[in-house]
């Protein structure tokens, strides 16, 4: 079935820990986002990509860092884990960048200790 | 600072009574609205989009509407499986600007 994945599903990190979420889509999007959920806060942009070779920052960059070398994978790496970034993460894709509906994966639950 | 709120923020209600969710937006250069649906522990699932004042979008038990100021997603005779809580969310001016709102958590009792 087409969509995205995300690994792991749910994960608990000790402070200070690096940790890289992943996520694949196999639609072939051009765009994809990295967005986290608080209580209270609804979804926010962390970082996203317009297309293979290019990223660029949302609205909540700090302490995380992505890469997109292809089309399909986007992961996206907490390099120090602080208690402040448990949340559940999305990622998301889109064909076009300027257009259209997002679809989103299931969702990466972490917890930082 | 574009913005996106959406009443109530919970609603109950019994199995066929009717109503609708809020969706009032301030933001500039609007593009289009979205409407999700997200299930406890799911990532959101993509409803409607609208594009201009005027458009409707129906699916099954579900109509949204849309206003140059806010956004309706009335439901008609809704049943238990209708529980979620739905996100509105705006698209706007440059093309990374789309907007969430926190959410309005629907259980529909039977």
């Known amino acids: 079935i087409a969509g995205i994945t995300q690994a792991p599903t749910s994960q608990i990190l000790a402070a200070g820990r690096r940790m890289t979420l992943r996520c694949t889509q196999d639609?072939?999007?051009?765009?994809m986002y990295w967005y986290r959920q608080d209580l209270g806060l609804g979804l926010r942009l962390i970082h996203y990509?317009?297309?293979?070779?290019?990223?660029g920052k949302g609205e909540v960059p700090d302490g995380y860092s992505v890469s997109r070398a292809n089309t399909d994978d986007f992961p996206l790496t907490l390099a120090s884990a602080v208690p402040s970034q448990t949340s559940v993460y999305f990622c998301?894709?889109?064909?076009?960048?300027?257009?259209?509906?997002?679809?989103f994966g299931e969702g990466s639950r972490l917890t930082v200790l | 600072e574009d913005q996106v709120t959406q009443s109530p923020e919970a609603l109950r209600l019994q199995e066929g009574e009717s109503s609708s969710l809020n969706c009032s937006y301030t933001?500039?250069?609007?593009?289009?609205l979205f409407w999700y649906r997200q299930d406890p522990g799911k990532g959101p699932e993509f409803l409607f989009t609208?594009?201009?004042a005027g458009e409707e979008k129906e699916k099954e038990r579900l109509k949204a509407t849309l206003t140059k100021k806010e956004s309706f997603l009335h439901i008609t005779a809704p049943k238990p499986e209708d529980s979620a809580t739905y996100l509105c969310?705006?698209?706007?001016?440059?093309?990374?600007?789309?907007?969430f709102g926190i959410g309005t958590k629907l259980q529909v009792i039977p």
């Open positions: 998301a894709s889109k064909w076009q960048t300027n257009t259209g509906e997002l679809f």
């Open positions: 639609m072939r999007h051009n765009a």
């Open positions: 990509s317009n297309t293979a070779g290019t990223t």
């Open positions: 933001v500039s250069g609007l593009r289009g």
């Open positions: 609208l594009y201009s």
């Open positions: 969310a705006t698209f706007s001016g440059g093309y990374q600007k789309v907007t």
